[in-house]
């Protein structure tokens, strides 16, 4: 690959198309050329802070260009393409006035262009009549994506602190998402049920579940597949009287939190086969300024969680899951967060285990969600997980 000395970048809003020539060519340095009014500190503190974890030696100078200063715009070109022979133009961003005026001095000088898109991957490379197309596909990861946008993920995420993708996790995840299925609508019941007495039942032994099976109802259900299923173990009926332990922890928190199943199922279908989606995280905890308070830095964080992200090269696909009722407020919450952290090469979807009904309600519902350009995944229950990975390979 060609050795880039000094690559000028044409500031964009969208931040992932400031950074790809960073990331292929790795430049000794790199020069901005925006205006006053988007290239803002804190969006330049955001790409350097992203150098600085993907490509640590690249220099990079930010300069203001007037927005109404053609003849200004034409002169710092001039001077830029003097003192930096060999220098390479990246046209991806851009305002109409610096565009204006590298085409007006393109007939004095012999400019290399290039330009790289994001969603398709392709490079265009501009040498004075010649003009070549080629494919480069190059990776970020969600964390680093999550840092260009001005924010961290925290060590809250549960890719980070709650969940450990083990071969035999994997394998209970699949068990209990059968179970999940079996019971369908009752499964949040269910669960809620045992987790609220398992919560407030008297602790006669360390480790051990004791619930009276009265109180469980229907629930009882639920107790009896999962040890059927091999999730329970230790379990014994004196009288009315259960007792019993989880199987892990991770099994004991999927039943105390009824949704983590169907997260932790769109999961592990879509990272089964790691070359279908280059990064996943689950349970993503975003800081929005990426400034993280404590004791020793007071403040007021805003953050938001998303269910699932995965990444597709450069494009990132916001994923929340719904095990239960849905209403449009997470269709807002999706679309401010993908908005934020994925700009208009994120891709979103609603993902829902039970199916939607016919309702007007839910025809407003699914014609709003088109509107945002969210998908809906509905009736997962009744999907088998080669239905639901077709689903994600298409968005």
Same mark, same amino acid.
């Given at each position: 690959?060609?050795?880039?000395?000094?690559?000028?970048?044409?500031?964009?809003?969208?931040?992932?198309?400031?950074?790809?020539?960073?990331?292929?060519?790795?430049?000794?340095?790199?020069?901005?050329?925006?205006?006053?009014?988007?290239?803002?500190?804190?969006?330049?503190?955001?790409?350097?802070?992203?150098?600085?974890?993907?490509?640590?030696?690249?220099?990079?100078?930010?300069?203001?260009?007037?927005?109404?200063?053609?003849?200004?715009?034409?002169?710092?070109?001039?001077?830029?393409?003097?003192?930096?022979?060999?220098?390479?133009?990246?046209?991806?961003?851009?305002?109409?006035?610096?565009?204006?005026?590298?085409?007006?001095?393109?007939?004095?000088?012999?400019?290399?262009?290039?330009?790289?898109?994001?969603?398709?991957?392709?490079?265009?490379?501009?040498?004075?009549?010649?003009?070549?197309?080629?494919?480069?596909?190059?990776?970020?990861?969600?964390?680093?994506?999550?840092?260009?946008?001005?924010?961290?993920?925290?060590?809250?995420?549960?890719?980070?602190?709650?969940?450990?993708?083990?071969?035999?996790?994997?394998?209970?995840?699949?068990?209990?998402?059968?179970?999940?299925?079996?019971?369908?609508?009752?499964?949040?019941?269910?669960?809620? =049920?045992?987790?609220? &007495?398992? @919560? $407030?039942?008297?602790? !006669?032994?360390?480790?051990?579940?004791?619930?009276?099976? #009265?109180? +469980?109802?229907?629930?009882?259900?639920?107790?009896?597949?999962?040890?059927?299923?091999?999730?329970?173990?230790?379990?014994?009926?004196?009288?009315?009287?259960?007792?019993?332990?989880?199987?892990?922890?991770?099994?004991?928190?999927?039943?105390?939190?009824?949704?983590?199943?169907?997260?932790?199922?769109?999961?592990?279908?879509?990272?089964?086969?790691?070359?279908?989606?280059?990064?996943?995280?689950?349970?993503?905890?975003?800081?929005?300024?990426?400034?993280?308070?404590?004791?020793?830095?007071?403040?007021?964080?805003?953050?938001?969680? =998303?269910?699932?992200? &995965?990444? @597709? $090269?450069?494009?990132? !696909?916001?994923?929340?899951?719904?095990?239960?009722?849905? #209403?449009? +407020?997470?269709?807002?919450?999706?679309?401010?967060?993908?908005?934020?952290?994925?700009?208009?090469?994120?891709?979103?979807?609603?993902?829902?285990?039970?199916?939607?009904?016919?309702?007007?309600?839910?025809?407003?519902?699914?014609?709003?969600?088109?509107?945002?350009?969210?998908?809906?995944?509905?009736?997962?229950?009744?999907?088998?997980?080669?239905?639901?990975?077709?689903?994600?390979?298409?968005?």
């Amino acid at each position: 690959m060609e050795r880039v000395k000094v690559l000028v970048e044409f500031y964009s809003e969208e931040p992932i198309e400031n950074v790809m020539a960073m990331i292929k060519y790795r430049p000794e340095k790199i020069i901005f050329l925006g205006h006053k009014d988007n290239m803002i500190t804190k969006k330049i503190h955001d790409i350097k802070h992203f150098r600085d974890s993907k490509c640590v030696g690249t220099e990079l100078e930010f300069i203001e260009v007037p927005k109404d200063d053609l003849d200004g715009a034409i002169e710092l070109l001039s001077n830029i393409i003097r003192d930096n022979p060999g220098v390479r133009f990246e046209l991806t961003g851009g305002s109409e006035l610096i565009l204006i005026a590298l085409g007006c001095i393109a007939a004095r000088y012999d400019i290399s262009k290039l330009r790289i898109d994001p969603f398709t991957g392709k490079e265009i490379d501009i040498r004075g009549q010649s003009v070549n197309t080629s494919d480069y596909h190059f990776n970020i990861s969600i964390d680093e994506d999550i840092i260009l946008h001005g924010g961290l993920l925290t060590d809250q995420t549960g890719s980070f602190c709650d969940w450990h993708f083990t071969d035999s996790f994997c394998s209970d995840i699949r068990i209990m998402w059968d179970i999940c299925r079996k019971f369908k609508k009752n499964w949040n019941k269910y669960c809620g =049920i045992l987790d609220e &007495l398992q @919560k $407030n039942a008297p602790r !006669i032994r360390e480790g051990f579940v004791d619930v009276y099976r #009265g109180p +469980l109802g229907d629930a009882f259900a639920l107790v009896q597949a999962l040890r059927e299923e091999g999730m329970l173990k230790d379990y014994s009926e004196h009288g009315k009287l259960i007792s019993f332990r989880f199987k892990n922890n991770s099994i004991r928190k999927i039943i105390s939190k009824a949704g983590n199943i169907l997260e932790l199922h769109v999961y592990e279908v879509a990272t089964r086969d790691g070359y279908l989606f280059s990064d996943a995280v689950i349970g993503a905890h975003i800081d929005w300024d990426g400034e993280i308070h404590d004791i020793n830095n007071p403040g007021y964080d805003t953050m938001n969680e =998303i269910d699932v992200i &995965l990444m @597709k $090269n450069v494009c990132p !696909i916001f994923i929340s899951c719904k095990n239960g009722k849905v #209403g449009g +407020l997470a269709l807002h919450e999706l679309e401010t967060v993908s908005r934020k952290f994925g700009g208009k090469y994120a891709r979103k979807a609603l993902i829902i285990g039970p199916a939607l009904d016919q309702t007007t309600g839910t025809m407003y519902f699914r014609q709003r969600a088109r509107d945002m350009h969210i998908w809906i995944i509905d009736d997962v229950f009744r999907m088998s997980d080669e239905q639901l990975l077709s689903h994600l390979k298409r968005i």
